[in-house]
């Protein structure tokens, strides 16, 4: 069995372009998280401030991820990468800056944080549709799994990157690193070209309604949308309590949060070049819920665990579990979107995803600051199974219905 999926998507320049400037991007933005992550707990020593700033910063997918994603079906995908990255490049140079300075405040690295995740909730979808879409039309599969290793390649090294970076240059150097990643995208960027779209004579809203009631009528397509908000309310936000974990659990420092990202990470990869492998032959809906079930699992261990190796091991797992589930969950969407319709799917796989993950993150500031850390996130996972269950018997209720993909539990 092949773990690395297809490499036919290489044989477009374009994509070869794509790859090679997101792999220097998210490596640089896993840089800047980990020194984000660092930077709140160092400064206000709560883990109440850790799911507040994580709110703060993935606020704007919640708000934006829809009208975002009608807009990169609407002008050219590749303008909106540029501009939203270029804008992402100067807001980590600044706040790089003001932390070297010692001049950054708690509202001031807040609004940081929500500019740049602004900036992300429109550069996201398009990106993902310019990526697909310099893919050949038969490969859209291996190109969706070679997003998913090349985010959660990144994901395992950039907080190695961050853990080194934090004790010898301080905070400022992982913002800086972050704009450094940015530069080399848009040089990359700067060498592709893509087709020019014609903008559309509809009105937003109703294209957005479109997107919606497209998904809304595909009862297969709709019920993976559902399975990811749920796990990123319910059981994702534990990730913004780790500089808690790393700090006043495990007591291990900056390094030990970049290891234990990383582990997180690692497994992540794994997951998602094991996910490559089993899409070719095994049903998508059995590698979703398998990959849930590891991913509770690990979670709630890893939340009762005072051991950092057993802890990095668990998290470990928990990577794994969660990009198995979301690499087969998107695969599904992106494979069975329209191709015209794919940006506004995206979109909303996006406000599911990423946009809901703002109020996991309040739901980790606020029960970690009555309940503690650990009791939040056994609540999470315990709310997400129940949930995940609910829809897995929803989605089971009937074999086939009018309307749907025709791919079914």
């Known amino acids: 069995m092949k773990i690395f999926p297809h490499l036919r998507p290489f044989r477009s320049p374009s994509f070869r372009a794509l790859f090679l400037g997101q792999a220097f991007s998210f490596v640089g933005s896993w840089v800047q998280n980990v020194g984000q992550g660092w930077l709140v707990y160092q400064m206000t020593g709560s883990p109440f401030w850790l799911g507040l700033f994580g709110f703060a910063g993935s606020l704007p997918l919640l708000l934006f991820s829809l009208p975002a994603g009608a807009v990169a079906d609407r002008i050219a995908r590749r303008r909106i990468v540029l501009v939203t990255q270029m804008a992402a490049l100067l807001l980590a140079l600044l706040l790089g800056l003001l932390t070297f300075l010692h001049l950054l405040s708690l509202p001031a690295f807040g609004l940081l944080i929500f500019a740049i995740g602004l900036a992300g909730s429109f550069e996201l979808p398009a990106r993902q549709a310019l990526f697909l879409d310099a893919a050949p039309t038969d490969e859209i599969r291996a190109a969706v799994a070679w997003s998913s290793v090349l985010f959660n390649g990144a994901r395992f090294l950039g907080p190695i990157v961050a853990a080194f970076l934090i004790p010898a240059l301080g905070v400022a150097a992982c913002f800086w690193a972050n704009a450094l990643s940015y530069a080399v995208s848009l040089g990359c960027l700067l060498r592709i070209s893509a087709p020019p779209r014609q903008a559309s004579a509809r009105s937003m809203l109703p294209s957005l309604w479109e997107g919606f009631r497209y998904l809304a009528t595909r009862r297969a397509l709709l019920g993976q949308a559902a399975l990811i908000g749920f796990v990123t309310i319910f059981g994702w936000p534990y990730t913004v309590l780790l500089p808690f974990f790393a700090?006043?659990?495990?007591?291990?420092?900056?390094?030990?949060?970049?290891?234990?990202?990383?582990?997180?990470?690692?497994?992540?990869?794994?997951?998602?070049?094991?996910?490559?492998?089993?899409?070719?032959?095994?049903?998508?809906?059995?590698?979703?819920?398998?990959?849930i079930g590891l991913f509770l699992l690990s979670a709630a261990g890893f939340a009762l665990s005072r051991s950092f190796s057993f802890s990095a091991m668990l998290l470990g797992m928990a990577g794994f579990g969660l990009v198995l589930f979301l690499s087969a969950a998107n695969a599904f969407l992106q494979e069975n979107a329209a191709r015209e319709l794919r940006g506004r799917v995206v979109g909303i796989s996006t406000l599911f995803f990423q946009g809901l993950f703002p109020v996991g993150s309040l739901f980790a500031a606020l029960f970690s600051r009555f309940c503690g850390a650990s009791a939040t996130v056994l609540l999470g996972t315990g709310l997400c199974a129940l949930g995940s269950l609910g829809i897995a018997v929803w989605m089971s209720s009937r074999t086939s219905e009018a309307g749907d993909s025709g791919k079914s539990l």
């Not at 700090?247 to 949060?257: A, M, Q, T, Y």
């Not at 990470?265 to 070049?273: D, I, K, T, V």
């Open 247 to 291: 700090e006043s659990v495990l007591h291990s420092g900056p390094k030990g949060l970049g290891l234990l990202i990383s582990a997180s990470g690692a497994g992540s990869l794994l997951g998602g070049l094991t996910a490559a492998a089993l899409v070719r032959t095994v049903p998508l809906p059995r590698i979703v819920f398998s990959g």
